[in-house]
């Protein structure tokens, strides 16, 4: 028996909803974007989608500018390299671990979830869609 992988093998990935959490003594979340991760391929990937409006409905006084920035970390983070600071040269799984961490800041992590993906970067997509927007 192999332990080599086609490109058409169902493989696992883990997945977190990230999400903007306005105002902590309301309760209300909206999810903004998704994180996937799948070790087998190597691969760490975010999608972020920014419904301002229906944000600002939730709370008229928000920094929308610094739930801008906070996206534009976690993409960074995500992609590694010079812009993700400390965490620029640690391993996807790593990288993954760090962005989903629980954290009480404004833009947070849902929990994690698994599945199984023929390609991590379509998932990526097909969950924003259904998580998103």
Partial sequence: ???????????????????????????????????????????????THLDEQRLMALDPLLNVEGVRNALKGVEAVCRGGERAGQAAHEAPGTRFRWLTAPRSTIVQPGPVHAGLTDDPEAELDRLLDLLVK
């Fill in 1 to 47: 028996m192999s332990n080599i992988r086609t490109a058409a093998e169902p493989t696992v990935f883990e997945y977190a909803a990230l999400r903007v959490v306005p105002r902590v003594e309301r309760g209300e979340t909206m999810n903004v974007g998704v994180v996937v991760y799948c070790r087998a391929r190597d691969y760490l990937g975010c999608r």
